[in-house]
Each structure stands twice: as structure tokens, then as C-alpha cells.
């Protein structure tokens, strides 16, 4: 009759130490490169909005312009135009600063959260 086997199983721990090494330097790959991933497209982002802004811009320059030209040519005085227009612009600017909490860094830094959110989810689904 044979006899019970007492023996506990041997266990390589160089090939689990290992094993951990390779797994933990995969998860540090893989965040580095979610990093850079989040990062690009937030970039991204800045960058259309950034291109948006100087469009917009150059609009509201030509719209200033002719909105100027076209009181100076209805007033029939030079300069009143442009007068009214850069006071516009400046009652416009005094608004913005006062309200630029509201206006500005509450929706950009909701629109920043939303980007990252997206790419989480986006990252969790895949």
C-alpha cells in the first residue's frame, strides 16, 4: 500500500517574483501611455477651441470696423463711429472681467472634466 504524500507542493517563488515584475512594468506602461493619451486629446481640444477663438476674433474685428463705418457714415461726423464701437467694446470687456468666473473658468473647466470623463469611459469600455 502506498503511502499519503505529507509533502506541501514546492513553490517557485523567482518564477512568481517575476511574473509580478512583468505585470507591475505592463501597468506602468499602460499608464504612462493612458497619460499621454488623456493629455493628447485635451490638447487637442485647446487646440480647436484656440483656432475657434482666433476666427471668432478676426470676425469681431471686420464687424467692429464696419459697424463703426457705417455710424461714422450715418452720423456723418469722423470718428463717432469709432467712438461708440470702442466704448461698446470696453462696457463689453468690464462685463467679461467682472463675470469672467461664470463666463470663463467654471464652463472651461467643465468642459476639461467632460473631455477626461469621456476618455475614461471610453478606456474602461475597451
Request: proline share 2%.
Amino acid at each position: 500500500m502506498e503511502e499519503p504524500i505529507d509533502e506541501e507542493p514546492k513553490i517557485d517563488f523567482g518564477n512568481i517574483k517575476n511574473h509580478i515584475a512583468e505585470y507591475l512594468k505592463n501597468r506602468l506602461e499602460y499608464f504612462k501611455l493612458s497619460a499621454v493619451e488623456y493629455s493628447a486629446k485635451v490638447a487637442q481640444s485647446i487646440i480647436f477651441v484656440m483656432i475657434i477663438t482666433v476666427v471668432l476674433l478676426v470676425f469681431w474685428l471686420f464687424a467692429n470696423i464696419t459697424a463703426a463705418i457705417a455710424i461714422d457714415n450715418a452720423t456723418g461726423n469722423k470718428g463717432t463711429g469709432f467712438l461708440v464701437v470702442s466704448l461698446f467694446n470696453l462696457l463689453l470687456a468690464i462685463f467679461i472681467m467682472l463675470a469672467r468666473k461664470a463666463l470663463i473658468f467654471k464652463p472651461v473647466s467643465n468642459w476639461i472634466v467632460k473631455i477626461l470623463i469621456k476618455s475614461l469611459d471610453a478606456d474602461e469600455n475597451n
